[in-house]
């Protein structure tokens, strides 16, 4: 996540995933938490864990959702973007499950 405009102190933004074509233990680990933004950081990653298969299944996709009430005071989400994409890109080689 990228912050425009980076907070004056350590805040928090609540996240966690939801399934879309892709599920949760079965294409990704379902995870939650905070990303925490010290004073001036701009970006923060989030990890999520892959769980292989032995089927060849294309782009699968789940969501990263901001948890709503979780905004720092003073966090412009006026954009009303509080959800992202995040694609997994099909690495499977099919029989093998790598």
């Not at 233990?25 to 379902?30: R, T, Y």
């Given at each position: 996540m990228t912050l425009s405009d980076p907070f004056s102190s350590t805040d928090k933004?609540?996240?966690t995933t939801k399934d879309n074509k892709a599920k949760a233990?079965?294409?990704?680990?379902?995870?939650?938490?905070?990303?925490?933004?010290a004073p001036r950081q701009t970006k923060a990653a989030v990890n999520a864990g892959l769980l292989p298969d032995y089927r060849a299944e294309g782009t699968e996709a789940f969501l990263l959702v901001l948890k709503q009430?979780?905004?720092?005071?003073?966090l412009n989400v006026t954009s009303g973007i509080t959800a992202a994409n995040?694609?997994?890109l099909d690495d499977d080689i099919r029989g093998t499950g790598r």
């Open positions: 933004i609540r996240y233990g079965q294409d990704h680990v379902e995870t939650k938490g905070a990303l925490t933004f009430g979780s905004f720092p005071a003073g995040a694609r997994i």
